[in-house]
């Protein structure tokens, strides 16, 4: 498989969508899957789908369809989850413990290997069994345990500060739910959840419908 | 203003981001800007900013740019920011009480009426105040109390059906934040947060960087 091809942005953004859904088929004991059936489940039209999975080589063969089965793991392994993650959060509120909580039971790819937090009242303790440690201690965990991702559950205006640091101590991926645009250096991933965005469009599309 | 215009989503996505920027502009105190000037800001070309803002009438003025307080605001209004919204919360677990409580101290627009729970041990206690019921009671409050929004924090198996319950009660906007794409009627409004679908999308990056 052609895994170096670069691939358009809005391709990478659908490839998890179709993990889900080929998720749901396995479950449900479906082998093989046609470009058209996937569309009716997923929405996308046929020949989208078509050319979205030939990015990768071409997994469909002519009056077969999909093997779903093969199709769900060769798109595992293109997003990288057939890797391990470590992962620290900063910021332990209830968005930190959501995240933690959330990634503890359902993604065994990406682990939480700590907490860090600014609140006295909050360091110390811990979340799923995951320490809480203080802010200052941030930059020495992450270069000491060779963290990949951090995670930003912190207010907006502190946000850029902490992205730095991390970047400094050597992640290679931040998913930030700040509500601010960060600057990362080019070779740092970076994914942002901006909640009030998403809020907004809601608002904007209930007074249309 | 053109408010009836057909938008396209994309405008639509980019219009929150607009505003945020704004805001910042307004709390530094900058009265005017132009388009070249908000395109360093964003990192949008301002060939694509003249064009969205176009959509909307055209703010700006040739050789003056745009009124910083009158574009923040005109985009508030197109967003229905300028509107209240009763919200329910469906799931009091740490994403429940995280949205509570980033509703409650940043959106003032937004407000949440009460969250609803299966699990006993958290029915009959408070967030911030507000109550949390039994999910049987969900759609005669929904409808008693004339509720817009209902949000959706609870794990993928049930969501279609607490859905279901929320548009049959009369909510017009549901934001959903259970790993599954939902099915609702044409009038109302839909908004997905698939935190798993971002995650990946990192881990993606990060073996590209």
Known sequence: M??????????IK?????????????????????SNELSRLIGYTASQIRQDLNNFGGFGQQGYGYNVADLYKEISTILGLDKQYKMVIVGAGNLGQAI??????????????????????????KINGIEIRDCDELVEYTEKHNIDIGIICIPKDSAQEVADKLCFAGVRGIWNFAQVDLELPDHVALEEVH???????????????
Chains 1, 2 share one sequence.
């Not at 170096?4 to 809005?10: D, G, H, P, T």
């Not at 969508?17 to 082998?31: A, S």
């Not at 909640?195 to 419908?209: F, I, V």
């Open 14 to 34: 659908r490839l998890p969508r179709y993990r889900r859904y080929l998720k749901e088929l396995q479950k449900k004991g479906v082998d093989k899957i046609s």
């Open 2 to 11: 052609a895994h170096n091809v670069k691939i358009s942005n809005a391709v």
């Open 195 to 209: 909640l009030s965005d998403s809020l907004y469009s809601l608002a904007y599309h209930m007074n249309r419908e």
């Open 100 to 125: 933690t909580n959330y990634t503890h039971y359902y993604k065994s790819g990406f682990i939480v290997e700590s907490l860090f937090e600014v609140n006295p009242k909050l360091i110390g303790g």
